[in-house]
């Protein structure tokens, strides 16, 4: 591997975009960490291990990197604007502890002004939080935590190689509202081979156990390379099945919107203003810039991504400020067709009048069948049409 793969360079057009911004677009950061103690089986997120990385980079060379790219990013984007979201993912981001997060939070305000009211939000794994860890995190400023739960059944645990106990997440989430935070995310994974309609119920019983405001929900899906996929090419492990999926999520959906989490992403919940800004801004194609190892950005109808390995990111960066791996310019029809697929997944919906005649005669297909209706001039996915999200969503487009 070349540690000297140059950033590559925007072409005029995408350069003059990112200093001809929208003051009044909200702007948002996502900062990623590249690092996790162990690699679980069915993730293929741009992680790695101490042992994979070797000597070839460190939590140091990576946060000095950063750093850099905070500041070059700054001076790229024109008009200034406050910082209004900030997600720092991963990875696993609570391996840096309290301190480490502290410094990232620093190294932003060094190069960007946050809003007032900006929402701070880190990925944490149960297994390496603490007391302390939650006091220090509202100490430099974080505003809310988001928790890798999965299941609270062992044996769902250990098929998908997850290393810490169904206990821990539930104490860390009480720990981090004992330190203060308003804004708590569980993350749940369902349709995991094994799992029975009473492992979820018990989850999902637990996650209602401590104060969250917002859980997310996502389906088990088989990704090529990863040690998952491996074990259901060999017939280790079965596939999820697409039924059991169906069934899982309406047993999620019916259970927390009793219990006063509402739907307002097909895989999201919320109780009011519970909301994840920050992913609401993905959703609306709204403005952020990707910090990090493998981070994507997206500015003025520019999409980027920079180099994956942090040792390449981190060379390229230390040369010349940014490390670009590749990026694109979105021309009308390629950003109406990610409006599309991104506004109908919300329960907000899809505006009427951003759609074409032929597409609106095809979402009053999908109306007629039960899978869209019509909100205050928006169309919106049904309950069953939120079953069939990916189909809805491509018949509108594709005539």
């Not at 810039?289 to 920079?306: C, D, K, L, Q, Y």
């Amino acid at each position: 591997m070349s540690l000297r793969a140059p950033s590559i360079p925007l072409s005029e057009e995408a350069a003059a975009r990112l200093g001809q911004t929208d003051p009044q677009r909200p702007f948002g950061l996502y900062l990623h960490v590249p690092f996790c103690a162990t690699r679980c089986g069915y993730c293929d997120f741009n992680t790695y291990t101490a042992g994979e990385l070797g000597s070839s980079s460190s939590p140091e060379s990576w946060a000095q990197a950063v750093r850099r790219e905070l500041e070059a990013a700054a001076a790229r984007l024109a008009p200034a604007r406050p910082v209004e979201t900030i997600f720092v993912g991963g990875g696993t981001p609570s391996l840096l502890g309290a301190p480490g997060l502290a410094q990232l939070l620093d190294a932003v305000r060094a190069s960007f002004d946050l809003a007032p009211d900006a929402e701070i939000t880190t990925e944490s794994n149960p297994e390496s939080t603490s007391p302390e860890f939650f006091a220090g995190l509202r100490e430099a400023g974080y505003t809310r935590i988001s928790l890798g739960m999965q299941s609270a059944a062992p044996h769902v645990l250990a098929v998908l190689q997850r290393r810490h106990t169904p206990g821990r997440a539930l104490a860390a989430a009480r720990e981090a509202a004992a330190a203060g935070f308003e804004h708590l995310n569980l993350d749940l994974i369902y349709g995991t081979p094994g799992e029975t309609d009473e492992d979820l119920a018990a989850s999902l019983d637990a996650v209602l156990s401590v104060p969250v405001d917002h859980v997310s929900a996502y389906a088990l899906i088989v990704e090529d390379g990863t040690a998952f996929a491996r074990k259901v090419r060999r017939g280790e492990v079965p596939m999820p099945d697409d039924d059991v999926l169906a069934a899982r999520y309406e047993q999620i959906d019916a259970r927390l919107r009793a219990a006063g989490l509402d739907w307002y992403e097909v895989s999201n919940w919320a109780r009011p203003g519970g909301q994840c800004r920050h992913n609401e801004a993905y959703w609306r194609s709204d403005d952020w810039w990707g910090i990090g190892p493998g981070a994507h950005s997206h500015i003025n109808g520019v999409r980027f991504w920079n180099q994956k390995h942090p040792a390449t990111y981190a060379a390229s960066v230390e040369g010349g400020g940014l490390a670009i791996g590749g990026f694109e310019i979105l021309d009308a029809e390629d950003a109406h067709t990610e409006s599309v697929m991104l506004a109908l997944r919300m329960r907000d919906g899809l505006p009427a009048e951003e759609l074409s005649g032929g597409e609106r005669r095809r979402a009053q297909r999908a109306v007629d069948d039960g899978l869209l209706t019509v909100d205050g001039g928006a169309y919106v996915l049904t309950d069953r049409g939120r079953l069939l999200a990916d189909g809805v969503i491509r018949d509108i487009l594709v005539d």
